[in-house]
Structure formats: C-alpha cells, structure tokens
C-alpha cells in the first residue's frame, strides 16, 4: 500500500473501534461531548500552538484564511436564498450547515499523517478563517433567524464566544510568538509537544464515537440538498484554484482538500442552543463526514498528492 493508503487504512480502523466502544455500551453518546471538550482545552489547541510555533510565515500564507472567509460567506448568503422558502425551524440550522468545515476534530490527523508539518501549516491558517466562519458567520446567521435570541446583546455574545476558545487563542498566541521569535522554554515545549501528540488518536476515535446515520426520512432530503451544494460547489472552486492558482504542490492540495471538509461540530452546538432541529445538525455532521473522508482518500489518489 502506499502511504497514504496507510494513513486512511489505520484512521478508519481506529474510527471503527470508537464506533464498536460506543455500540458495545462501553461508552455512550453523550460522552462524547465531554471527550470534545476535554480535547478543545488540551491536545487540540497544544497542536495548533505547536505548529503556529514552527511554522516559516510568508505573505502566501495568508491568502488560506481569506480564501476560507471568501468562500464561507458566498456559502452561507447562498444558502441563506436556497433555504429561504423552509420552515423557520429548518432554515436556521440548513443555511449554517452550507457553510463552515471541522478541521480540528476530523481533517488534522489525516493531514498530520499524509503531509506532516507543511500540511498542517495550511490546514491551521485555513482554519483561521473557518474560525471566522464557523464562529461569526454561522453563529450570526444562526442567531438571527432563530426564534429564540440571546438575553444579552447579540454581539458581545458572538465575541465573548470567539475569544473565549482556547484553539483560537493558542493560534493567535502561537503566531505572535512566531513573529516576535519568542523562544519557548525547553520544559514548557516539551509538555506541549506531549500533549499535541494525543490529538491525533483521541480525535480519530471521537469521530467512530459520534458516527451515527439515524434520522426520520423526512429530513433525508433537507439533508441531501445541503450536502449537495456544499460538495457541488466545494469541489468546483477547489478544482478552479487547483489549476489556476500559482501557489506550490502541497499548496494547492490543501486549497483543494480543505473545501470539501465535512460541516463543523459546532453546527450540533448550536442547534441546540438555538432550538432548531438537532437531528438535522447530527446528521449534517456525520453524514460529511463519511463523505469527506471517502472523497479525500479518492483526490489524494487520483492528484498522487503525496508527491511532487
């Protein structure tokens, strides 16, 4: 096999056995909200904090995080008209899962795994600008066509929420420190080295954890038609940067796989709190995911992305 066939292979077994934990009852569903936590205060913003540390930054870099933002936008508008004739208890949660990708509880492994550090770098100034997305976009949108509003001012609420997320911080801490060439003491960069490495296997296993393909037959359709647009029109920005853009091989490769990522697991977060239809949400999430992972297993064969 080749590597990155290793890379999926061994992903999807460990995916497989957080899926057989949950369906044998040795852990159940909604720990897997307290396993999301736990990794968003630990492993995960370790990782990030590491790489934004290591990472060489030069001004190609920064188109990532507007690409995201550029996309997300035109996404979320879209998908702000295609739902527009829906059910107020549909449309909310619908036009958010049009826009907005889960990088960190699903894509960073498989990145870290194919790419290593190099890929990583993009992934995480990718993720930047789905932090504005998935943070302020969807959680504006949300918000606004909720019928349940936030007791305090809508605004102070979005910001708080966004600064208050420790892999945001540890981006931003991370990046400041790169640029100021700060150096981190070697005990301090060890303990954070050691904890980023548990990101990889726990989130692996938090995702065969949350795979679950029920929902009533009458959503399967509002479902199909997000899933639908996110994918179409992924696909077909991604494939038009791929080959017009003048960015380098692996550069290209993470504009291209990171448009076609699954839909965040924040969209369950806030259906919740916004009262919309947590099922859809669910679905929308785990349903990308199965997709996202098949597709970039398929675009990493066909484009040999493992090599120049």
Not at 52 to 64: C, E, K, P, V
Not at 120 to 129: E, K, P, V
Request: proline share 4%.
């Amino acid at each position: 096999m080749s590597s990155s066939n290793v890379v999926f292979g061994s992903a999807l077994v460990v995916i497989t056995i957080g899926y057989l934990l949950k369906s044998a009852g040795f852990i159940q569903a909604h720990d897997a909200k307290s396993v999301s936590k736990f990794l968003m205060h630990t492993t995960f913003p370790a990782l990030v904090f590491t790489t934004m540390t290591h990472i060489d930054l030069s001004a190609d870099l920064m188109w990532l995080p507007l690409i995201a933002m550029s996309f997300g936008m035109v996404s979320s508008y879209i998908g702000f008209l295609m739902f527009k004739n829906e059910p107020s208890e549909y449309r909310g949660i619908l036009t958010m899962g049009s826009a907005g990708w889960n990088l960190g509880l699903f894509a960073y492994p498989l990145i870290e795994g194919i790419w290593g550090w190099a890929g990583l770098t993009y992934a995480i100034m990718f993720d930047l600008g789905n932090s504005v997305i998935n943070f302020m976009v969807n959680y504006g949108m949300g918000t606004y066509l909720s019928a349940e509003k936030p007791k305090e001012n809508v605004y102070k609420h979005i910001l708080k929420r966004i600064f208050s997320l420790p892999p945001l911080l540890a981006m931003l801490l991370g990046l400041a420190m790169n640029m100021g060439h700060i150096q981190i003491p070697v005990l301090a960069s060890e303990i954070i080295d050691t904890i980023a490495k548990g990101n990889k296997p726990m989130v692996l296993l938090l995702m065969g954890i949350y795979f679950s393909v029920r929902l009533p037959k009458r959503s399967y359709l509002k479902v199909f038609q997000v899933l639908s647009f996110r994918y179409t029109f992924g696909l077909s920005i991604g494939l038009l940067l791929y080959y017009t853009t003048p960015f380098g091989f692996e550069y290209r490769n993470m504009m291209l796989i990171c448009l076609v990522l699954p839909a965040g697991m924040t969209l369950i977060t806030y259906a919740d709190e916004l009262h919309f239809d947590t099922g859809i949400a669910a679905a929308l999430v785990n349903f990308s995911m199965l997709i996202s992972f098949a597709l970039m297993w398929l675009l990493v064969g066909i484009f040999q992305m493992t090599t120049h």
